[in-house]
Each structure stands twice: as structure tokens, then as C-alpha cells.
């Protein structure tokens, strides 16, 4: 039961990664791919029907960590107390700032263009700086209290990620405007996509290298090491033939497979501390009881099957590029 | 420095600025659903584009609920980490079901409604405005039996200082949920209905051409305030006799941060309801719409039903503590050992930010509000913009 619902947690992180991941990108890349104001609003188009759908994926997500981890919930975020508050403002920032952009039709949207950018990168590297924080176990004495420092968190190594976020998200936004922006995108996104290779690359051969010198690891994280480099190749080989759906696939594998990597790096632990002798937390002792997660099963899963269904209708609805006949509300 | 005052007047203002964005939300898209189902029905051709107008409007409003509902989520593991050692078991199913049956399942719903404008067929359209309506009222039920919970822990017993759930239904018939869930609807109703009136008297003020579109909404706004105003008063009293049982004396708490706000509350409460009332005479013969001075005092009481929701959730919380779990668990013990320097920085940093988007919401909701319905789609000139169809 404890396993059912880890996989559940992880498949709704990772489902956010791999849908939010490419809003992200497209939001770094909005100054760099378009020139002026039609532009713009074709790019933001391009995510414009799935962009709700896709960031309540994190908050859904953080709901069933409550639920049905809430020991884990209790340490995770206050062990990265400020890479989380810096994450929470970029996030803030840019989905406020995507929804309100467009609404006035006769006012001038520079600021709202930049806050979209700067908050897009700030939740991109975030995210990457929480998760290789992760990786190393977080600085909690034995009691389980955060222990660190302001700079405790911004290691290099977590920096690493941050980095190496900022190349995964950018990946995925090119590869999916040269999916849905509108034709005249495709040729530039192509390039920004495949000029984005060599950085991923990097980030991952770093990221296990460098990992596996500084911290232990279960060799039940390995099927996300090869899904990340496999991603990886079917990305290179399907941008290079020009098809990008299959792209925007792996691109989307790619940012998810760092939360399969942390979520599987050390079972049956869920988190340990990179303090000697510090906490460690197991996955059965991170759940909710028994009967909680009963409970659970019944309303959940449906629920999540339901909704995931009509995001697909969504999907299947908006599958085409944009065109002169979109909706363009953001 | 002390952590805990910052902490818990961080977690406040996020709640607060919440609670001003999702009241609106749940009482407009309300009479949103309303507006498009009587169009539906085959009403007259201003249903429509009333429903687009007051639509693009809760669309804008929603945009600030769910990045303060993130950020409120976040917290509880962030600083309120005792919550989840000692009540995670029961806590957090309800707000587990609340983010995933309810908010999940809201947004993926209002994205469709909003990138289905024309494109679907009109009944599933209707369909999908509903369904966020019944959403976001089962997002307000769960949020109260989990907040109901903390005032009143009902259905558990202590285990070595870990709360155990013996029975789940009982967190649904929590005397503190009971009144008190239909009491926030009802404020939420009441929020909307004088929000939709203010806006059409400011339209009425300006000597609009669009008297039809704004008499109609003035019409539901009334009708809406006046079953806000007398449910919420009702609902408000109710709630002292169930009080009285799970939490005497919890009004006669010499906190002044309990007594001036339940009396402001109070106040405003009867204030509406007689002003709800005599808008609804002045119905007769569209008389609301001609008396000018009047049209001034609906405009200036637009804020109104805020203050008196934010005065009730005072109530409601401060009046809980020291307790964040009442006689379970109390704040001090609940609170992160995060360093106090730190929740400061977050403190400052999500209050300016959230005041600069809410000011900026705001702002932005009054000039569409002004701005008025835009024309028939069919006598719309060519749009010069951009070649395309714009959403709500």
C-alpha cells in the first residue's frame, strides 16, 4: 500500500514536471523567440489551453504528500526553507503574471513580459537547487530539525541542478513550440532545441558523476539514470529528423526523470540527512496509517484518473499548431 | 527574535489575501453559471455576452486565489511542520482530497470553459461552467472540515501524543462545520452579488447605452445579495449555539483582536441585508436604476462584504489560541525551528509581492469592470490587434 502511493506521489511530480516543465521553458525562451507583441501572444498561445491544467498537477501533488506522507511533508520543506520560498516566488510571479498579461487589450504589457521571464527562470533553477538538495540529503540533526545556514542549501553542487534545470525546462519549451507555436516558430525553436543538447548532456553526465562521488545512493535509482540518458538520445535523434512530437515526448521524460532519480535514489528511505548521524526517514514511517491510506484509495485514484482523462480530451482538442482561428487568452 | 509571531503573521496574510480572491471567485462564478444557463435556455442575446463580461472578470480574480492557494498549501510543511507530526494522519486527507478531487479538478474545468468559447457544443460549455462551480464549492467544504477540525478535533483519540482517526465521518458532521460552512457560501454569494451591482451602478453613473445588459445583471446582483445577506446573517447566529458547546467563552475573549472585528461583522451584515432588501423593492419599474445617489453608495459598498469576511476569519482564528489543534496542539509547539531571520525575509518577501499582484489584480479588474461589455461579435468592427479570436 505504502509503494502504491509513492508511486502515485511520484507519478503526479513527475506529471508535473513533464507538463509544467515546458511552460517554464517557453516563458525563459518568450523574449529570445519572439520579437513583438502578435509574437508573443502566439507563443504564450502555443501553452495557452493547458497552462491551468498544468500547474494544479504541483498542487495535487503536494496535497497527496500531505495526505498520505505527511511525516515527509513535515521535513522537506523546512529542511530546504529557502530554496522552497524562492521557488514558491518565481512560481508565484509567473502564473500570476501569465493569467493577467493579456486581459487589457489597449494597455501596454512590457512589465507583465518580464515578470513572466524572471519568474520562469527563478522557478527553473529553483526547482533544480531543492531537488539536487535532495540528492544530497538535507541538513537535519537527529531529531529531524533544519540545522543549515542561509548558504547551507546553495551548495555547488545543488547549483549544479539549478543550472542544469534552467537546460531541461529550455529544452522542453522549444521542443514543444516547435510542436503548437504557429509554422513561422518552428525553424528558430528547432535550433534554441538543438543548440539545448549539449547542455543537458552535461548537466546529466555532472549531475551522476559528481553524485556519485559526494553522496550514497540504492541502485534502485539506475532505471532513471538510463530512462534520463535514453530520453536524452531519442531527443537528439528526433530533433535532428525534424519530428518533433516524438521530441517534445522525450524532452518531457527528460525533466521528469531527476523526480523518479530523487524518489528511488535511496529506498527504502525517503529522505535522509547529510549531517552525520542525522535523521533518516523510511518510506513506511513517512506514511500516513494503514486505514488513512485506505481511505484514500477509494476517493484518489478515480478522482485522478477522471481528471487526467479530460486533460487528454484537452490535449486531443488543442493538438494543432496555432493558427489564425486560436484562442489566444493569455 | 522570536520565530513564532512572524511565522503565524505570515501564514495570516497569505491566508488573508486568499480568502479576498477565492470569496469573490466562489460568489461570481455563481451568478457566472447562472447568467450562461438562463442564456442557455434560449434568453435574451445579453445573457451571452453578460456572461462573457462578468466571466473575463472572475477569470481575472481567479488568477491571484490560486497562487495564494499555493502558497498556503506550502506552508503548512514549510514553517507549521508540527501539524503534519502530530495530525498528519487526519489533516491531511481532507486537504489531500481537497487539492486533488476539488482545485485539480477546478482548473482543468475553467481552462476548457475558457478555451471552449464557440468551439464547444453550448450544452457541454454550460456543463463545464457548472462543474467549476461545484468544484470550487467542494473545495470550500474540504478547506472547512479541515479548518473545522482544528477548532473542534473531532473523531480522533491521542496516541503517545500522535492523533489517530477513529472516524472520518465525524470530521463531516463537526459541530464547528456544520453552521459555518454555509455561512462562508453565503458570504461568498453576498460578495459577488454586490460586486456585480456596484460595477452596473457605476455603468448607470456614466449614463451607459447598454441599459439592458446592466439592468439584468443589476437585477441578479440584488436577488443574489439578497440571498447572501439573509442566509449569512442566519447562518452567522447559528453558529453561536454549536460555539457555545465546543468552545465556551470563546467570544468573550479579551483579545480586542476578537471583539471590534465580530462587531464590525456584525454590523455590516444587518447593513447589507436592509440594503439588499430596499434594492429589491426598488426593482419595481427599474426604479434602483434612476436614483442616482443610491448608485454612488452600491459603487462605495463594493468592499464591504471583504472587510466583514476578513473581520469573521479573525474571529474565527485568533480566537483559537494559543492552539493550532484546540487542547491538542498548540502554535508555539507547532512552529518550524526555522531560524527567525529567515521567516522574516519570507514574510516580507511574499507580502510585497503578493500586495504588488494584488494591487495590480485589482487595479486590472476596475478597468474592465469600466470598460464595460464589449459590442455584439457580429457588429464588431475587425479586430486591428491581432487576427484572432480573444478568450474571455
Redesign the interface.
Known sequence: MVILWWCVLGFLISGYFALAGYDYGVGMLLGRLSRDE?GR?RVL?AF??????N??????A???????F??L??????GA??P??VL??G???F??AV??R????D?GRGTWTLAITVGAWVTAVSWGVFLGNLVLGLPLDAAG??TG??VAAFSPYALLWGAGFVALFALQGAAFLAVRAPAEFTARANRVAKALLAPALAFLVVAVGWGAVVTTASWTVLPAIVLAFGALGVATMALRAGRHRAALIATMTLSASPVLAVGTLRLPDALVSSVDGGYSLSLTEAA??T??LG??TF??PP??V??AA??W??WR??GDRVD??????F | MDALPIARLQFATTTSFHFLFVLLTLGLVTLVAVMQTRSALGGKPELMRMTRFWGKLYVINYALGIVTGIVMEFQFGLTWTGLSSVAGDVFGAPLAIETLVAFFAESTFLGLWIFGWGRLNKWVHLTLIWLVTLTAYASALFIMVANSFLQNPVGTHNENGVLKLDDFGALFTNPALAMSLPHVLSAALMTGGFFVVGVSAYHFLKHTKEIEFFRSSMRIGVLTSLVGTTMVIGFGFAQFGPLGEYHPGKLESPDPLIGAPLGLMIQIGFIAFLASILGTLLLFRNWITKVRPLLYVMVLAIPLPFFAAISGWLVREIGRQPWLIRGRLTTADAVASIPAGQILFSFIAFTLLFAVLAIADWVLMSRVAKRGPEPDEETAPPRAELPVLSGV
Not at chain 1, 48 to 53: D, H, R, S, V
Not at chain 1, 62 to 68: H, K, R
Open positions: 502578435t501572444r498561445g495557452g489551453p493547458f497552462f491551468l491544467a500547474e494544479v498537477w504541483l498542487v495535487a503536494v496535497g497527496v504528500l500531505f495526505g498520505a505527511p511525516h511533508e513535515g521535513k522537506v520543506f523546512s526553507y529557502l522552497v520560498v514558491l516566488l512560481l508565484v510571479t502564473t500570476a493569467q493577467l493579456g486581459r487589457r487589450p494597455a530539525r533544519p545556514g542561509v500516513a496509517s486505514e488513512m481511505l484514500l476517493v484518489l478522482a485522478l477522471v481528471i479530460v486533460q480530451v484537452t482538442k488543442h489564425q482561428r486560436s484562442l489566444l487568452h
